[in-house]
């Protein structure tokens, strides 16, 4: 094989290589498309959606600016068309889902820990502030006050119940954010009824 031949043979070679791989490019990654959607709703679960909103947003969102960047590209020339932009978005819609799961799970589990805490310590504070209450100075002006904390006491109670029915259905969430609002309101009384206490003795 004379030189000539081997030049055209490489050259050959080479055209055919920067074909196959523009048309790599000007190809629309449909296999990547229904992989990435199929990601992405699987993450669509109503644990990914309550322990971890945001991350799921941005699978979405990303996937969503992934499936503009095809739109962009298929409305384009057949040979100007580069679909490497979408194809990086698609991969980080992808991975962005499964980290959506993970922070669902990591969410969830830590959502719970914090609502055992609050809720094991909610009977002995719950009974401090009955107890506080009771022992509240009382007079013409403190009507209002405890009529307040008497209201504050019940709303306390009433949260510690639903904290653990709440529990018992594995909303932790809602668990914990009733376990706040009972916490909350059992400290307010104490506090309350300590400072009308530290008032009175200050007269």
């Not at 384009?76 to 580069?82: E, H, I, N, Q, T």
């Not at 055992?116 to 009977?123: F, S, V």
């Not at 719950?126 to 209450?133: Q, R, S, Y």
Request: glycine content about 2%; overall charge neutral.
């Amino acid at each position: 094989m004379n030189k000539v031949s081997i030049r055209l043979s490489l050259m050959a070679a080479f055209l055919l290589a920067a074909a196959l791989l523009f048309f790599a490019c000007a190809s629309a990654p449909t296999e990547e498309i229904t992989a990435t959607r199929t990601a992405v709703t699987v993450a669509q679960t109503d644990d990914v959606k309550s322990y971890a909103p945001e991350s799921l947003k941005n699978a979405e969102d990303t996937l969503s600016k992934a499936m503009a960047a095809v739109q962009e590209q298929d409305n384009k020339f057949a040979l100007s068309r580069d679909y490497k932009a979408a194809s990086d978005l698609l991969k980080q819609s992808k991975d962005l889902a499964a980290k959506a799961e993970s922070d669902a799970q990591a969410n969830k589990a830590k959502a719970k820990a914090e609502a055992e805490t609050i809720i094991a310590g909610l009977t002995p504070l719950l009974a401090g502030a009955k107890k506080a209450l009771a022992t509240a100075p009382r007079g013409k002006d403190t009507k209002a006050e405890l009529e307040a904390m008497q209201n504050d006491l019940k709303t306390a109670e009433e949260a510690s119940v639903a904290a653990t029915q709440a529990m018992i259905q594995e909303k932790f969430n809602d668990a914990l954010a009733q376990a706040k609002t009972a916490k909350d309101k059992a400290d307010l009384i104490i506090q309350q009824v300590t400072a009308a206490k530290e008032k009175i003795k200050g007269r």
